[in-house]
């Protein structure tokens, strides 16, 4: 997976799980926090009307506590001998002892005196016489014993509030006693502290302040004069106050959890996303060469047409398969295999561009895709690049291999096309390619898929015939001296006449049988039809094409033998022919089958001279004792001096060699005369006779007379 791929991914991951672990997080700070400050501002509410019926209970008791006070000094001053004396230190007592402001009697005919008479009046005179007659109302009418409960009012001096306190004077009957008292701290505290406030005082004017709360003292009129103030408790803010650091704490405590858990989580998702990488990467590529494998491929061609759409783009897949590799695997062994395998895939690397896209799909097979246009130019460029990178041998372990590779291409500019139709058609071209040879590359072509079905109709169809052995034949074509023109062999050619397809040709049937295997039963078929004509025919040499893969088998020199000692034929009068290709193939198997057949004194042509790699220089290693000049050399004889050059270059290196030569294809008087003015030894072709049935062949035998010795040089 590229990296910033994965950046995006990890980015995604993060976000999609931090979002919601934040956004729970905030739901969650802001219902808690709500329901705190709803929870402290009622306990709040609640402690604030608890804490103001008791500091009115307070006030209410400082106003009892004050007309007591009075009544006792009253009762106190009440044991002075006169009158007079006991208003005197009733006054005292109230004003030095309990510190009253001032004191004022008003009698039964509403007289008002004021103590001390300097004192400033707090009320008018009639408020006084007032005051005096609702407490003389509420006397009661008999000598009493109970303490009478007064009368209290608020009153403003001097601007602050004071208590007036009205009670009867036990001495005099009808005069009541009016003082009046400051609220002072002292006072105050008491109340504060009956409400459990921390502080209380006495007011003018409602404060401002929101610290604090307060009640109204109401005067006479129903005003307020005054107000006692106190600083309320506040329990819901207090635990608020008290609580708020261990919330933060704790708010910060779940966000570096939370944190956590959304790095661990981000890890575990990356840790799997790379798992997943390493196993896809192990999905698509190659465990020996490292090299994308198959699906790699698919999924890469896949992409490519995907890009590709409606746009025409050439696309290019060479399919390469390794010539022999089976062989290596099986002689030499597997580790010997995969170091080639690793060796083929490193030269494979160096010999494609940046951009191309190389996998092994496959046992020895592998892939490039390129995009290197659709002329026939592109890719056979670049698989001439792959056989040079392979001209020079692979040394694996103390031994260097030559190893070719056949390769077939497609080129697909635009349209529908799957990246299995691309597969199936470079395999189409590399099945062609292998067909022709090795070390060859080949082009698909529209016309290849028809042929590969008729292919594969002529495999199965000559799989019966070998089954039946009624429709397979084999006709023989007389070989003729060159001076005497007489029938000194013949060459067997295989025949297949097909119920309904009729005559089908060997240039059609034998390629097929090679690259099926099929070709092992149909020439084991020829020969053992061959042997038994060359049985009843002493001294005549029945030549006998051997395909290169049965030259492969093992076993085929001694199946040869077997087939002679069955028929009863002479290995002398046997001759195989077999292609150059042969002398290309490094197998040890086809030499050395060759050298027991020539022990055996079985003889070797060299069929379809001059058309395949022409390197006389490899008959060394492959000894034979005739060249066969292709029919190619031979139809253009009459037409001009050069390829009279060309025939009689190759006649005169064969003699040089000591070897036979058998002209092809001879069709006229003028090829015979030219190519017997050349040296050659045997002639074959339509001039002479076309192939014949074993019956008439050993006619023709018998007609031309006694079998004439081998030519000799
Ligand atoms: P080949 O070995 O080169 O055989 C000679 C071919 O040339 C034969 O074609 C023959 O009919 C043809 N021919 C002979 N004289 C003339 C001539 O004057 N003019 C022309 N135009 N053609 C001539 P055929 O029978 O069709 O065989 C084709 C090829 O098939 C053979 O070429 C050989 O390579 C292969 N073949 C045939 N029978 C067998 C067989 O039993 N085993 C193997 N391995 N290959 C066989
Ligand atoms: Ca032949
Ligand atoms: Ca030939």
């Excluded at 199965?460 to 023109?485: H, I, N, Y």
């Amino acid at each position: 997976m590229p990296a910033i791929e994965k950046n995006e991914t990890r980015q995604s991951y993060t976000r999609t799980l931090l979002l919601p672990a934040i956004a729970l997080l905030v739901i969650a700070g802001v219902t808690v926090t709500a329901f705190l400050l709803i929870a402290a501002g009622s306990a709040d509410r609640r402690a604030l009307e608890r804490q103001t019926q008791a500091i009115a209970l307070g006030l209410e008791d400082t106003r009892m506590e004050l007309t007591l006070e009075q009544n006792h000094a009253g009762y106190d001053a009440a044991t002075s001998p006169s009158p007079q004396q006991a208003s005197q230190s009733l006054v005292i007592s109230l004003l030095e002892q309990l510190g009253y402001r001032a004191v004022a009697f008003v009698d039964a005919q509403d007289q008002v005196q004021i103590m001390p008479p300097d004192a400033a009046p707090a009320f008018s005179t009639s408020e006084y016489a007032a005051i005096g007659s609702q407490l003389r109302a509420t006397l009661p009418t008999g000598p009493s014993r109970t303490l009478h409960p007064g009368i209290t009012r608020y009153a403003s001096l001097d601007g602050s509030p004071a208590l007036l306190v009205a009670t009867p004077m036990p001495q005099t009957a009808g005069t009541a006693v009016v003082g009046l008292v400051a609220l002072d701290e002292r006072m105050a505290r008491e109340i504060a502290r009956s409400g459990m406030a921390e502080s209380g005082r006495f007011a003018a004017t409602r404060t401002t302040d929101l610290q604090w709360s307060s009640l109204p003292l109401n005067g006479a009129d129903g005003s307020p004069v005054g107000y006692f103030e106190w600083q309320p408790d506040r329990p819901g803010t207090a635990l608020l106050a008290h609580a708020t650091p261990a919330l933060l704490a704790a708010f910060l405590v779940c966000g570096l959890l939370v944190a956590a858990l959304v790095g661990r989580l981000v890890q575990a998702a990356r840790v799997t996303e790379d798992s997943h990488a390493r196993a896809l990467f192990a999905a698509r590529h190659d465990d020996l060469t490292g090299l994308p494998n198959r699906a790699a491929l698919t999924a890469h061609l896949g992409d490519l047409l995907v890009q590709r759409g409606n746009r025409p783009l050439p696309i290019n897949v060479l399919l390469l398969d390794l010539d022999r590799f089976k062989q290596i695997n099986d002689t030499q062994g597997h580790q010997a295999g995969d170091d080639l395998l690793v060796a083929v895939s490193q030269r494979l690397r160096g010999a494609i561009d940046k951009g191309q896209f190389l996998a092994r799909i496959g046992g020895d097979e592998f892939a490039i895709v390129a995009a290197l246009g659709t002329d026939n130019v592109g890719a056979p460029f670049l698989s001439r690049a792959i056989f040079d990178a392979f001209a020079d041998p692979l040394v694996i372990g103390k031994s260097a291999m030559h190893i070719g590779t056949s390769i077939g291409i497609v080129s697909d500019t635009a349209g529908e096309a799957t990246p299995g139709d691309l597969l199936r058609k470079a395999d189409i071209a590399l099945h062609q390619a292998k067909a022709a040879g090795r070390n060859r590359s080949v082009v698909y072509e529209e016309q290849m898929n028809e042929l590969l079905q008729l292919e594969r109709t002529i495999e199965a169809e000559l799989r019966d015939a070998l089954r039946l052995g009624e429709q397979l034949s084999v006709q023989f074509q007389p070989l003729v001296d060159q001076k005497t023109r007489k029938v000194v062999g013949a060459e067997a050619l295989a025949r297949w006449h097909h119920p309904r397809f009729g005559q089908i040709s060997p240039g059609r049937f034998i390629p097929v049988a090679e690259a099926t295997g099929l070709i092992e039963a149909l020439g084991l078929f020829v020969l053992r039809e061959a042997c038994r004509v060359g049985a009843a025919a002493k001294g005549r040499t029945i030549a006998v094409n051997i395909s290169t893969t049965q030259l492969r088998n093992a076993g085929f020199a001694e199946q040869v033998l077997d087939i002679l000692h069955e028929t009863r034929m002479r290995a002398e009068d046997l001759e195989i022919e077999i292609t150059e290709s042969i002398l290309l193939d490094e197998e040890h198997v086809s030499s050395h089958n060759l050298m027991t057949l020539r022990a055996a004194g079985i003889h070797v042509a060299l069929d379809d001279f001059g058309t395949g790699y022409s390197s006389l220089s490899y008959l060394h290693r492959y000894p034979v004792d005739r060249i066969k000049i292709d029919r190619s050399f031979v139809s253009p004889l009459a037409e001009g001096e050069q390829s009279v050059a060309v025939a009689r270059a190759l006649v005169t290196v064969a003699h040089a060699m000591n070897l036979e030569v058998t002209a092809e294809g001879v069709e006229t008087e003028e090829q015979a005369n030219i190519l017997a003015g050349l040296g050659c030894n045997t002639f074959q072709g339509f001039l002479f006779s076309p192939s014949v049935e074993a019956v008439r062949i050993l006619e023709i035998f018998r007609r031309d007379g006694k079998a004439p010795a081998r030519s000799a040089l």
